[in-house]
């Protein structure tokens, strides 16, 4: 059975430092890998994707995500965090090979970033 | 505005009572997805369609909840007689060629 796991239900970063926000997976072939991110009252907002390739990801804000196979981890990353990346972040996978089927999302991950 | 739309985004209503939720998909998008999103939860799905046809069910998707697509355009979802534990964000999602999916911003249905 496919699944995701967000270890951290909140991590706190001052703005300007990095920031890491944790997804590991499991899936029974080769995953597709996404970051959704998510504001108050607000459906979740595309941020990026690891389809195949480059391990490093980047995608929208900045934000750039490290696959990881031999670990299973897909982490989320910033170089330089903002008050404004606040907000609700869900990692989320589906297998390759199962076309069309739906993902399968974390339980979510709130950042904070303070001024 | 040429993303996924969703109506009502708000929705309260007694126990027991009928509800229907529409999703208007991003046009040339095939393939459409409906989830439930309660608080502290990521969405969980609840079925897809491939342009008409409904190729999956959950089994969260309970006999009270039914959900069509005609002619492969707009969405709709309903549940019949509802229940407290129906109250949840229910949240519209669509794609072409089933890689990232886009999200409408969701119905927030809450049951007294």
């Known amino acids: 059975a496919q699944s995701v796991a967000q270890p951290e239900d909140q991590v706190n970063v001052a703005e300007g430092n990095p920031l890491t926000v944790k997804c590991t997976y499991s899936?029974?072939?080769?995953?597709?890998l996404f970051w959704y991110v998510q504001y108050p009252n607000r459906g979740l907002q595309f941020l990026l994707k690891?389809?195949?390739?480059?391990?490093l990801v980047k995608g929208s804000y900045g934000f750039e995500a490290e696959f990881n196979k031999s670990q299973t981890s897909f982490h989320l990353k910033k170089p330089s965090a903002l008050v404004s990346d606040s907000a609700l972040y869900f990692c989320?996978?589906?297998?390759?090979?199962?076309?069309?089927?739906?993902?399968?999302f974390g339980k979510g991950t709130t950042l904070s970033v303070s001024s | 505005d040429t993303g996924v739309s969703q109506d009502p985004r708000h929705k309260i209503t007694k126990r027991g009572q009928n509800v229907t939720f529409r999703c208007d998909p991003i046009?040339?998008?095939?393939?459409l997805y409906w989830y439930r999103q309660t608080l502290g939860q990521g969405p969980e799905f609840l079925t897809y369609f491939q342009n008409e046809a409904q190729l999956e069910k959950s089994r969260l998707l309970s006999d009270r909840f039914s959900a069509e697509r005609p002619k492969g355009s707009f969405s709709t979802l309903e549940i019949q007689r509802t229940e407290q534990g129906d109250s949840a964000m229910y949240l519209c999602?669509?794609?072409?060629?089933?890689?990232?999916?886009?999200f409408g911003p969701g119905t927030r249905l809450t049951v007294l």
């Open positions: 046009s040339e998008h095939n393939r």
């Open positions: 899936v029974s072939g080769n995953p597709y």
């Open positions: 999602a669509s794609t072409f060629g089933g890689n990232e999916q886009f």
């Open positions: 989320a996978v589906r297998d390759i090979g199962q076309a069309g089927t739906a993902l399968i």
């Open positions: 690891y389809i195949t390739g480059d391990n």
